[in-house]
């Protein structure tokens, strides 16, 4: 590692330290989806909540079609139909049989179903061409979810499934730590809103965009902001923010040179933001800390457009994880034979941009390493990971690569 | 496969038919993240859009400081400073320097930019401690994207690099797929709302929830209904939401019994919905077809929990791609050792929820394998597939393992 700089992994550290979990808040179930539980989910009752038919057929005392058979069929008569749904308290005579629909209660005394199919499907005398098995498409009260029973655990981050379980045992709302609040604050006077025409010396900006697309796609909400190269201005963008979010990063003005670097010069009074050198490329320049009373934390990425984002990646999805009370996600790693030679710079980690191809084994590096070069970065699906001490790999090389998320 | 059944594969087929892509539509930057675009998108102009400083430092003519050493620097007077997004159109006299800052627009006749290190750092006569080689911290007009260039193809998923490349290149929005517009409908008398008190013979609705969130994970947009077991309310949602949404998807009454197959009798009229029995469990009864003027299609899944969700997984993704014009998204496929021996119907194939240890290389089936059962489907990470030959499996063989989404 290059001597000054600080190690992926120390930096990852301090982003973690700086970061508090959310308050959790009880939200409505589908409100609460992509959402991360924030105490165990239990289960007031059993469920399914009573003993219940698995198809369509008839409810029966098994021990009544016991020496059933085709030559000499067992007829019952049918008092009754139970759909799903009805909620009459009914007793099953011995005797009889009532037609009964999946999913509808079963009555009292019955003890099995029998399909349709092995019966003469009438709907007054009905004749049993085979026995049943006691318990036959019977599902019984509390087979899936014991009464009292975790449903889930605390920690679990609510998908369809989980939702699907929580609406099934009759929580209509769940305490959870919400989709963390994000505001991106891209900064720089170059930078131009995309559609605008584009004067000299300018570019159209893309970190915001991409930054409030990420968050977005890994389950924050997040608002842009764009300020350009004036401290004052950028610090009370920040400060606003810093009380109506949950998390504030910005992108540019964290370079190690001059007076232009506006998001240090702007924080330059705050000591609770560090400002260091990452022995990474790209992505260099970084800054963690907290603003405003709430000591909201604030990660400052750097301005190039595959520096912003590959920081990201390594320090702003586990800063939204930490923020819902997560340990970080593991970005899917694998090793590839490398298709073609790579180069990095020594003491710091690469990490390149390619294309993996996870049947063949390969990795394929872009020729278009720049940290501007976002064409390359549009096309890649995973970035091909070189140690701090290897200033080159060879094409045939085994490499470790991580999958974007 | 058993007989009067059709295969996962028959009915999928049948599903992809049913669908046409959606109208593409032109939409903001922001609001296509996760949507598809219709069309290559290219870029207007080059990208970098001037040749431009990579770093803080000083824009010379290569040629002044050849000779420089550290013990003979050569002295360069300071005419200028460009900060990014100056727009002056400046030229470099020859045995001038100017400092320019990172992304700025590099002066005329200028050709490299020297690191602030290799120099005294003056802001009047700047010393150069060694010579620069040409194009040294420069990039280069068009070095990330030529004018006129292919920037993303057609059929490109717009995540947040991608987004990031269109802003760059000065589209402020896209011509695509949009997120498709998807009406749940869950159907049954015995349903409640989650959160609400139940009465005998009801279950909470879940089917409705996890259907919803499920599409909304795979980037629909989706609106919860539910209708009880009359078949002119269903058939009223049904064509209601055809005239609304992009796809239907329906949760119970398609089971191959009787009069309360709701959703079967609510389109029993309809010749273009096509009901059929799957060879594959969890999820046998299965429909699809279009429905409404529009020729909305139509799935129309099982009610059990399981049985739907699984349903969604084979058929609903894939159909929610085909609307944006893609082929189905591949679920992650692997091999795995199972922990414990699995049952599986002869004649079907069967998705068995279960834990996969891609680490470990083994695969837990949970013992709860009904499709009633959400608790080990809430659980689970992955469904073991079990061929229609195959009535069992014992601890220790390879089975095959589909992650879930």
């Known amino acids: 590692m290059t001597s000054g700089m600080d190690s992926v992994e120390t930096h990852l550290a301090e982003v973690l330290a700086a970061i508090r979990p959310l308050q959790p808040a009880r939200l409505d179930l589908a409100a609460a989806e992509g959402a991360v539980l924030a105490e165990a989910a239990t289960a007031a009752g059993p469920l399914p909540p009573f003993d219940n038919a698995s198809m369509d057929g008839y409810a029966v005392h ?98 369809p499934a989980q939702i699907a379980l ?113 022995a990474m490329q790209p992505g260099m320049p970084q800054g963690i800390g907290a603003v405003g009373d709430g000591l909201t934390p604030i990660l400052t990425l750097p301005g190039n457009p595959v520096s912003a984002f590959v920081s990201f990646c390594l320090f702003g999805l586990p800063a939204l994880d930490a923020l819902v009370g997560l340990p970080p996600r593991a970005l899917r790693r694998t090793r590839a034979e490398l298709t073609a030679p790579v180069r990095s710079p020594e003491g710091k980690r690469s990490y390149l941009r390619g294309v993996l191809d996870e049947r063949a084994g390969t990795v394929a590096p872009f020729t278009g390493q720049g940290s501007h070069q976002l064409g390359a970065l549009a096309l890649a699906n995973a970035l091909i990971v070189v140690p701090e001490p290897v200033v080159s790999m060879e094409a045939g090389e085994a490499a470790d690569v991580m999958s974007l998320p």
């Open 62 to 159: 098994a021990s009544d079609v016991a020496v059933a058979s085709a030559d000499a069929p067992v007829t019952l008569p049918l008092t009754d139909q139970i759909p799903a749904g009805d909620g009459r308290a009914l007793t099953l005579a011995p005797g009889t049989c009532v037609r009964i629909m999946t999913g509808a209660l079963l009555p009292g005394g019955a003890d099995a179903v029998v399909p349709v199919e092995w019966t003469n499907g009438s709907r007054e005398r009905v004749l049993f061409y085979q026995p049943v098995p006691k318990g036959n498409a019977v599902r019984r009260q509390g087979d899936d979810v014991t009464a009292g029973a975790e449903l889930l655990p605390a920690g679990t981050r609510l998908g």
């Open 166 to 278: 929580l609406a099934a045992s009759g929580h209509g709302s769940a305490l959870v730590r919400a989709a963390p609040r994000v505001a991106v604050i891209g900064t720089g006077n170059e930078l131009s809103e995309p559609g605008s025409p584009l004067s000299p010396g300018r570019i159209w900006d893309s970190n915001s965009y991409m930054l409030a697309a990420a968050v977005r796609k890994a389950g924050g909400v997040a608002e842009r902001h764009r300020v350009g190269d004036d401290p004052s201005a950028v610090l009370a963008v920040i400060e606003e923010q810093a009380a109506a979010a949950d998390l504030l990063i910005t992108s540019g003005g964290v370079s190690m040179g001059g007076e232009h670097d506006v998001v240090k010069a702007a924080l330059s009074g705050h000591a609770a933001v560090t400002f260091r050198k990452v």
